[in-house]
């Protein structure tokens, strides 16, 4: 999403989405952020009226955020975290979906996150606080555990909320990528 001005997800939007017809229309962009190497769903305003009313719903939290983490360490079923980023306070949510043991890493846990609030890297933060880093964070994660050319098992997994404008109450899901089924084998 960020961390370079030419190969945004902004850019490519206008050649790989279908422009509105109402006569509101606008390039599409992007209503929020994902981290550079985190995938899943990301939801694009195509209007200038939805781009705001999105926002919105962002800014007053009306907008559940749901992840999947792999992560390192062993962790307790479920847990929240609390602390300042940035200065700000940050709460997070997690549950520990499946574990299993790791020759490497000790024990890789598949997670279940819910952010309450939306700081910078903030899960990346939460769990590395905890000590049990994001598998192929470089930033937060352990030096000595950090995995190259994998990237970061951080997947954005599902968006629930009210459509500003039709009223409907949404869920959009994305699948777990497959290198995440690959470590936690029978999850298909």
Not at 43 to 69: C, H, P, W
Not at 88 to 113: I, M, W
Not at 151 to 169: C, D, I, R
Request: hydrophobic share 30%.
């Amino acid at each position: 999403m960020s961390g370079n001005s030419f190969k945004t997800i902004a850019n490519a939007l206008p050649q790989n989405i279908q422009p509105s017809d109402l006569p509101d229309a606008t390039t599409p962009q992007p209503v929020h952020r994902l981290d550079y190497a985190t995938t899943g769903i990301l939801l694009i305003g195509k209007t200038s009226n939805s781009i705001r009313a999105l926002n919105k719903l962002f800014e007053d939290r009306s907008i559940q955020k749901r992840y999947y983490a792999v992560t390192i360490g062993t962790m307790k079923d479920k847990g929240s975290i609390t602390s300042s980023i940035d200065g700000k306070e940050a709460q997070s949510q997690y549950t520990c979906y499946t574990s299993v043991p790791s020759e490497r890493f000790g024990q890789l846990n598949l997670v279940h996150l819910s952010p309450l609030t939306g700081r910078r890297h903030q899960l990346r933060k939460h769990l590395a606080s905890i000590g049990n880093p994001i598998l192929g964070d470089k930033e937060y994660g352990i030096p000595s555990l950090i995995l190259k050319g994998k990237g970061l098992y951080l997947h954005a997994h599902s968006l629930n909320f009210t459509h500003p404008f039709t009223k409907e109450v949404l869920t959009i899901e994305n699948e777990l990528p497959q290198r995440f089924l690959k470590i936690f084998k029978g999850l298909e």
